[in-house]
T-cell receptor, first 112, second 114 residues
């Protein structure tokens, strides 16, 4: 079945470091891909999305490119801040299935 | 525009009891979905309602049920609570156009079963 695999956390970085959180997916057809972020004590928020191959989603300095050849959607940021500390979820949806599938989440700690 | 509102935010129950959680979606959103979040299993899809009809259901036992009202507000119920039901229950709404994957989440209801 369809699935999303994320790198295990927690990931701990110093402020201003470069961030990569890996995400790969398994799905038939052409899913849309998402990154959601969950700050402490809050629900999830949509961070960025990409709906077709080679699309790049971006928001708040974060970027991810939909790579169909490697079935990946890795999240990157050039210079992280303490306020980026959160749990990040990669997700996919296939419109005909109408059901969104989340990865298990990657906890990110940024040290000042 | 008000966000997704979930009540109660925190609750403690004992095994065997039942619980009802409520979710008010963003105005104009007709789709409401529910998720269970635990440290071990991550986010697991429970069910989704659209215009008062259950459109999708995850792999949870029949003790977990839900409904949606004509004003799009939704409730989920868990009967005969077990210790393993302790979790953060998240509700999400999406636009009237259907589920595009762009979900707006509430802050969740944290259930502790003793």
């Amino acid at each position: 079945g369809d699935s999303v695999t994320q790198m295990e956390g927690p990931v701990t970085l110093s402020e201003e470091a470069f961030l990569t959180i890996n995400c790969t997916y398994t799905a038939t057809g052409y899913p849309s891909l998402f990154w959601y972020v969950q700050y402490p004590g809050e629900g999830l928020q949509l961070l960025l999305k990409a709906t077709k191959a080679d699309d790049k989603g971006s928001n708040k300095g974060f970027e991810a490119t939909y790579r169909k050849e490697t079935t990946s959607f890795h999240l990157e940021k050039g210079s992280v801040q303490v306020s980026d500390s959160a749990v990040y979820f990669c997700a996919l949806i296939k419109i005909r299935d109408d059901k969104i599938i989340f990865g298990k989440g990657t906890r990110l700690h940024i040290l000042p | 525009k008000a966000g997704v509102t979930q009540t109660p935010r925190y609750l403690i129950k004992t095994r065997g009891q039942q619980v009802t959680l409520s979710c008010s979606p963003i105005s104009g959103h007709r789709s409401v979905s529910w998720y269970q979040q635990t440290p071990g299993q991550g986010l697991q899809f429970l069910f989704e309602y659209f215009s008062e009809t259950q459109r999708n259901k995850g792999n949870f036992p029949g003790r977990f049920s839900g409904r949606q009202f004509s004003n799009s507000r939704s409730e989920m119920n868990v009967s005969t609570l077990e210790l393993g039901d302790s979790a953060l229950y998240l509700c999400a709404s999406s636009s009237a156009a259907g589920n595009t994957g762009e979900l707006f989440f509430g802050e969740g209801s944290r259930l502790t079963v003793l």
